[in-house]
Nanobody, 121 residues
Framework: QVQLVESGGGLVQAGGSLRLSCAAS????????MGWFRQAPRKEREFVAG????????DYADFVKGRFTISRDNAKNTVYLQMNNLKPEDTAVYYC??????????????WGQGTQVTVSS
């Protein structure tokens, strides 16, 4: 069993930055692809960014390209999401997810509890 714990959310003004962290604990001896998702009120959960276990491949949703960066520190079992130039429409609960695959950004199996990001205009 793996536990994912997100942190770093909060309230920020438009144009500001936040860095989210997701720490994995439990059965983390194997490294898998990791991703970030978000869910705004009355909307479906959507993919934001993903990074393979090796770090060689990543993907971003069009609405965050050029503003968000996903990274990972496998030695610390932690994945990050650096969010710059935040917009009010980025307001959502952000979730960390772990895939059951290593080099494919799919088959998301484990989820964190989420961290709230609120961007004021």
């Amino acid at each position: 069993q793996v536990q994912l714990v997100e942190s770093g959310g909060g309230l920020v003004q438009a144009g500001g930055s936040l860095r989210l962290s997701c720490a994995a604990s439990g059965r983390t001896t194997s490294v898998f692809a990791m991703g970030w998702f978000r869910q705004a009120p009355r909307k479906e959960r959507e993919f934001v960014a993903g990074l393979t276990a090796s770090g060689r491949s990543h993907d971003y949703a069009d609405f965050v390209k050029g503003r968000f960066t996903i990274s990972r520190d496998n030695a610390k079992n932690t994945v990050y999401l650096q969010m710059n130039n935040l917009k009010p429409e980025d307001t959502a609960v952000y979730y960390c997810a772990r895939s059951r695959l290593l080099e494919s950004l799919s088959a998301w199996r484990d989820w964190g509890q989420g961290t709230q990001v609120t961007v004021s205009s």
